[in-house]
T-cell receptor, first 114, second 113 residues
Framework: SQTIHQWPATLVQPVGSPLSLECTVE??????LYWYRQAAGRGLQLLFY??????ISSEVPQNLSASRPQDRQFILSSKKLLLSDSGFYLC?????????????FGQGTRLTVV | GDSVTQMEGPVTLSEEAFLTINCTYT??????LFWYVQYPGEGLQLLLK?????DKGSNKGFEATYRKETTSFHLEKGSVQVSDSAVYFC????????????FGTGTRLKVLA
């Protein structure tokens, strides 16, 4: 069966420090991968998505970047965190079936920038 | 670009009341549509989906019909229970090649006994 791992679960980082959040999927090949930020009153904001290794689409210009160095690995990064980067970050995967399937979510990372 | 608009919450109902949560979308092509539910302290889980016009998704007494003419996918339940209290998200999947997957802002439902 397929599983998704996202870590760390919580993170407290000072302003200006770098960020790396990792997400890995097991039990599937060539998944579509997504990074979201969930904020109260704003739902799930799509940040980045990827349909293959090295293929990244960005939805919101901001202080973050994403990379997909391996087929089932998706990384969210920042060189210098801002206070406004605080939030709850979710990784998700879907089958590569032309957009018909549901998404499966990781447990999320609560990031607090201080 | 593609977008999903949900009715503002919170929605507060008495047990056994009828529920409607509105969802409309903007998309190029023919997207797939989804409803997710997030119970308190839990992650998002799929509630139902529809992949083409006039399809009706249903699960746990909830229903939603994909209406292309009104670009809507409203969630309904005939008789809500306290256990239905949660946040409900409408979502859209592009099927034309980008496979972008976007969500609405969520609607919080509170059902009172």
């Amino acid at each position: 069966s397929q599983t998704i791992h996202q870590w760390p679960a919580t993170l407290v980082q000072p302003v200006g420090s770098p960020l790396s959040l990792e997400c890995t999927v097991e039990g599937t090949s060539n998944p579509n991968l997504y990074w979201y930020r969930q904020a109260a009153g704003r739902g799930l904001q799509l940040l980045f998505y990827s349909v293959g290794i090295g293929q990244i689409s960005s939805e919101v210009p901001q202080n973050l970047s994403a990379s997909r160095p391996q087929d089932r690995q998706f990384i969210l990064s920042s060189k210098k965190l801002l206070l406004s980067d605080s939030g709850f970050y979710l990784c998700a995967w879907r089958e590569p079936d032309r957009g018909l399937s549901e998404a499966f979510f990781g447990q999320g990372t609560r990031l607090t920038v201080v | 670009g593609d977008s999903v608009t949900q009715m503002e919450g919170p929605v507060t109902l008495s047990e056994e009341a009828f529920l409607t949560i509105n969802c409309t979308y903007t998309a190029t092509g023919y997207p797939s549509l989804f409803w997710y539910v997030q119970y308190p302290g839990e992650g998002l889980q799929l509630l139902l989906k529809a992949t083409k016009a006039d399809d009706k998704g249903s699960n746990k007494g909830f229903e939603a019909t994909y209406r292309k003419e009104t670009t809507s996918f409203h969630l309904e339940k005939g008789s809500v229970q306290v256990s239905d209290s949660a946040v409900y998200f409408c979502a859209l999947s592009d099927t034309s090649g980008t496979y972008k997957y976007i969500f609405g802002t969520g609607t919080r439902l509170k059902v009172l006994a």
